[in-house]
């Protein structure tokens, strides 16, 4: 149909100071045509976009434990918030590198950055979700039938989704005011 998918393979040689590994990566990638076509968002747009979305997340949040106390069932437990912030410290992690560092040289153990980045941010990604998880089972295991436990679940939501977007927003082929740290 309207979907293609493209096949890639990407051999390359990752050398490590004893002897030689050889990698071999096949990356599949499905072209959707009208993700290609998306223009990038301006950078100042997607980061004043990206805090909004990040401070009504944790509005939501802060509402939610309101209501919660307000409505006699007492403070929301201590451990409901560890998502919350969790994911808030992973938006910045995440917002440490650039997506202009995923083009180069494809090394693990070499000078090239390519597979480091990769790295890092499938580890970053496998964090934030993580999170998101633990923002669920807290909220199917003790606030099921309350709207704090809702919160708990749109708070992780948005602020994961704001990082990302923060990620996806910022320059790319500019080398003035890039604040790549790797």
Not at 1 to 29: D, E, P
């Amino acid at each position: 149909g309207q979907y293609k998918w493209k096949a890639a393979t990407i051999w390359g040689k990752a050398s490590t100071r004893g002897g030689a590994l050889n990698c071999f990566v096949r990356a599949t990638a499905l072209e959707v045509p009208f993700v290609a076509a998306m223009p990038l968002l301006d950078y100042k747009t997607g980061s004043a976009l990206s805090g909004f979305i990040f401070a009504c997340g944790w509005w939501l949040l802060i509402d939610g434990a309101a209501y919660h106390s307000s409505q006699g069932y007492g403070a929301v437990q201590w451990y409901a918030y560890i998502p919350a912030v969790f994911l808030s410290v992973l938006v910045v992690l995440l917002n440490l590198v650039s997506l202009d560092d995923l083009s180069g040289e494809y090394s693990l153990f070499g000078d090239g950055k390519q597979a480091k980045v990769k790295v890092y941010l499938f580890v970053c990604f496998a964090l934030g979700f993580g999170a998101l998880a633990g923002a669920i089972s807290v909220m199917a295991i003790k606030y099921s039938d309350a709207w704090a436990g809702w919160t708990i679940i749109m708070q992780a939501l948005l602020v994961f989704f704001s990082g990302v977007l923060l990620l996806w927003s910022r320059k790319r082929g500019e080398d003035d005011d890039d604040y790549s740290v790797i």
